[in-house]
């Protein structure tokens, strides 16, 4: 076997391990409210706050203003990524506008433009480590993580080996400024809900 042989068929032992556990989760009664995701093969059961559902929904509405209603977007929907067993469900996913389902149903991190992930005080660390990381490593040209508990969003760009180059703050209040990037928007965070 060659290298690429080796790693198609990590993969695909990958898939088939995520496709049964969400599998096996679907037939759980998840208490509704609650969201679902495998990182790093591990599955996390978070419920949805008031305060991440308000900056989610105002962040995807900002996405679908700029790119209007048939954009796709997506807002934890499972999308498996590099590394072992990531069956994430990005807060808000923006995918390009060719994007299509594979062969089991499944959207492919290969179109996934840019993702917004919402901080919750029980996953913060998936956030700001394994997830980030995966979508360094998926080449994600664009990673913006939204904080309520410290009031700031930060705009990851300029993925290279697994990490962002580039990291730039943002304060609850001020603008990010997303043009010249992928999403080609303006944020306003003067609204965002703090926790």
Same mark, same amino acid.
């Given at each position: 076997m060659t290298v690429v042989d080796d790693r198609i068929a990590m993969a695909d032992?990958?898939?088939?391990?995520?496709?049964?556990? !969400?599998?096996?989760?679907?037939?759980?009664?998840?208490?509704e409210g609650f969201r679902v995701e495998i990182v790093g093969g591990n599955v996390y059961m978070t419920?949805?706050?008031?305060?991440?559902?308000?900056?989610t929904f105002k962040i995807a509405?900002?996405?679908?203003?700029?790119?209007?209603?048939?954009?796709?977007? !997506?807002?934890?929907?499972?999308?498996? !990524?590099?590394?072992?067993?990531?069956?994430?469900?990005?807060?808000?996913?923006?995918?390009?506008a060719s994007a299509g389902k594979d062969d089991e149903g499944r959207w492919r991190y290969e179109d996934v433009e840019c993702v917004f992930e919402v901080i919750s005080e029980g996953t913060a660390a998936n956030d700001y480590g394994p997830k980030k990381a995966a979508y360094?490593?998926?080449?994600?040209?664009?990673?913006?993580?939204?904080d309520p508990y410290q009031g700031r969003c930060y705009v990851y760009t300029d993925p290279k080996n697994g990490d962002?180059?580039?990291?730039?703050?943002?304060? !609850?209040?001020?603008t990010v400024d997303l043009t010249g990037t992928v999403a080609d928007l303006t944020l306003g965070t003067d609204d965002f809900p703090r926790d």
């Open positions: 032992a990958n898939t088939q391990r995520l496709d049964e556990w !969400f599998e096996r989760l679907e037939r759980m009664p998840v208490p419920p949805q706050r008031d305060t991440h559902w308000g900056i509405r900002a996405v679908e203003d700029r790119f209007g209603k048939d954009a796709k977007v !997506f807002s934890d929907v499972r999308i498996d !990524f590099p590394g072992h067993e990531n069956g994430l469900c990005p807060d808000v996913a923006v995918l390009r360094a490593t998926a080449g994600l040209p664009l990673h913006v993580i939204a962002y180059v580039t990291r730039t703050r943002v304060d !609850f209040g001020d």
